[in-house]
């Protein structure tokens, strides 16, 4: 695989004349990115012969609602799918998820369904209370985990995924607890467990979303341990990229001095942010597709531009009323460096962060480095 960078004169021609291929080869490895009229800035990706890296466990979050024509171009790239999400009541019950269709879509295309438990309530917020209530209660905690495994045994699933965030901090050796029982339950059954965490770069790292994370007990006591290697730009934060390379690399080189390796699954973001500038406190940024990011830039006849330390894309802009903007994403050169840093640190795998929108670049690339190994 060759990613071109497009210069001020380029088009498909060129660019296909320049490395030997047609065009028809570059619109089906770009997808609907690549138009007649090219951006400059924009990365290409050239399809050439190139040797795998490896093997790699792929996973990605749908909600329910996803549209197909998004779901099922995506589903020959993934290991797993993960719908989003079933969440928890006090006394260990869950909130129920109407995934069904998606188990049966998923298993139909040889992608293996898992289970994901948040610490949602019934009005979809992630809540300390809950985390709480349960954690605090060794009968709501057997109560959680027995309704878990009954749960994976009627739906099918591979296995669970459990994303407690925001957990009181005083609840961290608990929380270690629960995910023991949990696996001490699931695994003669055959189901694997996973545990989604904070990005942390420290075991004494500060926060509320951090503190109760023990990387390596949690580590010790499930099969699969998902990093969330994203939101450094978030919605109410500054303007940065999503997860910008030298952030992810912080937090993947703490994680494997805790946890092996071979358990680890990198968190990719799926979508871009775009701020209105100046940035103001608690201003949100509009949180948009890869896939508009890229369209919106050839409207607005943005050049793209690549932060070398990042190892991301942006770009400025003037909307309709005179205000500067700026947008990051993720293109086929930082989703190969991320790649790469995967290879780098041998991680199991990885999880993208949605895949609510089928995003060709993203997929060529990772195909294009790695087999996706198939459950």
Excluded at 138 to 148: G, S
Excluded at 157 to 181: A, H, M, N, S, T
């Amino acid at each position: 695989m060759i990613i071109h960078v497009t210069q001020k004169g380029d088009s498909l021609y060129s660019i296909g004349k320049m490395y030997g291929v047609t065009i028809e080869q570059l619109l089906a490895a770009n997808g609907p990115t690549v138009q007649p009229t090219l951006i400059v800035g924009q990365a290409i990706i050239v399809p050439s012969p190139a040797e795998k890296l490896g093997r790699v466990l792929a996973n990605g979050y749908a909600y329910p609602h996803i549209d197909k024509a998004a779901l099922f171009p995506t589903l020959p790239f993934l290991s797993t799918l993960t719908p989003f999400s079933y969440g928890i009541r006090p006394n260990g019950t869950l909130v129920d998820l109407d995934d069904s269709e998606l188990i049966t879509i998923a298993e139909n295309n040889n992608v293996a369904p898992v289970l994901l438990v948040t610490t949602l309530t019934e009005d979809g917020r992630f809540s300390s209370e809950n985390a709480a209530a349960i954690l605090g209660s060794e009968e709501a905690t057997m109560a959680l985990a027995n309704n878990i495994i009954a749960k994976l045994q009627t739906h099918n699933y591979f296995g669970v995924d459990v994303d407690f965030e925001y957990i009181p901090p005083r609840f961290k050796q608990q929380y270690v607890k629960f995910i023991e029982l949990l696996h001490s339950l699931a695994q003669p059954l055959g189901y694997k467990v996973m545990v989604a965490l904070a990005p942390k770069t420290s075991s004494d790292q500060p926060g509320l979303l951090y503190e109760a994370h023990d990387y390596a007990a949690l580590g010790a006591a499930a099969d699969y341990v998902l990093i969330m290697t994203y939101e450094w730009g978030y919605t109410y934060g500054p303007p940065m990229a999503v997860a910008p390379l030298n952030k992810v690399e912080e937090v993947v080189r703490y994680a494997v001095s805790q946890i092996p390796p071979e358990k680890l699954l990198m968190g990719i973001p799926n979508y871009a942010y775009d701020w209105t500038l100046p940035f103001i406190k608690g201003n949100a940024a509009q949180a948009i597709s890869n896939n508009r990011a890229i369209e919106l830039a050839r409207e607005v006849g943005a050049e793209i531009m690549y932060d070398e330390t990042a190892q991301t894309p942006y770009y400025n802009y003037y909307d309709s009323n005179g205000r500067q903007h700026v947008v990051w994403f993720e293109d086929a050169r930082s989703v190969a460096a991320k790649m790469q840093l995967l290879r780098n640190y041998n991680l199991a795998g990885y999880s993208i962060w949605t895949v609510m929108s089928f995003y060709k670049p993203m997929m060529t690339v990772m195909d294009s480095m790695f087999d996706i190994i198939k459950i």
